[in-house]
């Protein structure tokens, strides 16, 4: 069974940094795709940031771009998100979701959550002004 479990979450100041976590169990990244996405109150769900299975590639929204970092421990099966420069629009529930055979690339506006089919409680960045 495919499971994602977000941790890292709080309450920082306008600048600083945060790094999330997503420990996955039931499946390696070589397998799956692992995205974050994010959700903040009244708006629609966006994604943010994602890494292909095998980790060759990865994407990131343009919106985020130059502030988002992922990466993976792959003994602990777990994937990391830096976000650097935080600011209070990054403000919203992350989520992080997986996918087999998924791949993602480059730069965009958005990444379609409909794609992926497991995902994770979600856990809360609050950034303050």
């Known amino acids: 069974e495919v499971q994602l479990v977000e941790s890292g979450g709080g309450l920082v100041q306008a600048g600083g940094s945060l790094r999330l976590s997503c420990a996955a169990s039931?499946?390696?990244?070589?397998?799956?795709?692992i995205a974050w996405f994010r959700q903040a109150p009244g708006k629609e769900r966006e994604g943010v940031s994602c890494?292909?299975?095998?980790?060759?590639?990865?994407f990131y929204a343009t919106s985020v771009k130059g502030r988002f970092t992922m990466s993976n421990d792959n003994a602990k099966n777990t994937m990391y998100l830096l976000i650097n420069s935080l600011k209070p629009e990054d403000t919203a529930v992350y989520y992080c979701a997986a996918e087999a055979h998924y791949h993602c690339s480059g730069y965009g506006p958005y990444l379609d959550g409909t794609d992926f089919n497991s995902w994770g409680q979600g856990t809360q960045v609050t950034v303050s002004s």
């Open positions: 890494i292909s299975d095998g980790g060759l590639t990865t």
């Open positions: 039931g499946f390696t990244f070589d397998d799956y795709a």
